[in-house]
């Protein structure tokens, strides 16, 4: 590459990596919607300490109401304005005995901190290669993006676990959810995924889909 175009070239990647430190932070304002960017950013002035707060992760959840046994709490920017524009999020995770994060992705990359009990968790990767590894207190794990991963309480107690996701919004998708709880109808939900109608029928039930 000869020098001219590396002098055209080098200012663009510096204006594209240095572009989130030209402020200290960006207060999503949720009163405007928001675009691939985050949110547009609310005044200073009228911040608090308040505003980089969040205590919503303190709270057991409760896992009884989910089908699969468990309870999810998530801070992004919608719950937690502050994150907007820094590339992370947060979320607990409250697993009832036997219970289930049932397989899904999201955009980003993951890491999950194991706090108490014991879980299987794992990813499986786009040669379907399954990784997966029983995790204590104190394990950490990474589930790389856009992979499709889970994880599975195989203790005799609750298990609690915090995950840190490199985006504000990352964009859960459930695949159990995501198959059923739509209007898809069920002859094409069969043909896509080789369940057959009663299997299809019930996931709807659960799930709220429709024909």
Do not use: W
Request: hydrophobic share 45%; glycine share 10%.
């Amino acid at each position: 590459m000869d020098l001219t175009k590396i002098l055209i070239i080098f200012p663009l990647l510096v204006s594209f990596t240095s572009a989130t430190s030209v402020i200290d932070f960006c207060v999503a304002d949720l009163n405007f919607p928001g675009t691939p960017a985050g949110y547009p950013c609310r005044n200073p002035a009228s911040l608090t300490a308040d505003d980089f707060v969040y205590s919503g992760l303190g709270v057991v959840g409760n896992t009884t109401v989910d089908h699969f046994n468990f309870h999810g709490a998530i801070a992004t920017d919608l719950t937690f304005p502050a994150l907007n524009g820094l590339g992370l999020s947060l979320a607990r995770l409250d697993i009832g005995v036997g219970g289930v994060v049932p397989i899904h992705s999201h955009r980003v990359s993951e890491v999950i901190l194991m706090i108490e009990g014991t879980i299987i968790a794992g990813f499986i990767d786009s040669n379907n290669t399954a990784y997966y590894k029983t995790l204590n207190k104190g394990d950490v794990m990474i589930f790389p993006h856009t992979l499709l991963h889970f994880q599975v309480n195989v203790g005799d107690a609750p298990a609690l676990a915090f995950v840190s996701l490199n985006s504000a919004n990352p964009g859960f998708q459930f695949t159990t959810t995501s198959i059923a709880a739509n209007d898809l109808p069920t002859e094409i939900i069969q043909r896509i995924t080789l369940f057959d109608a009663a299997q299809v029928k019930k996931l709807k039930g659960l799930f709220g889909g429709t024909n």
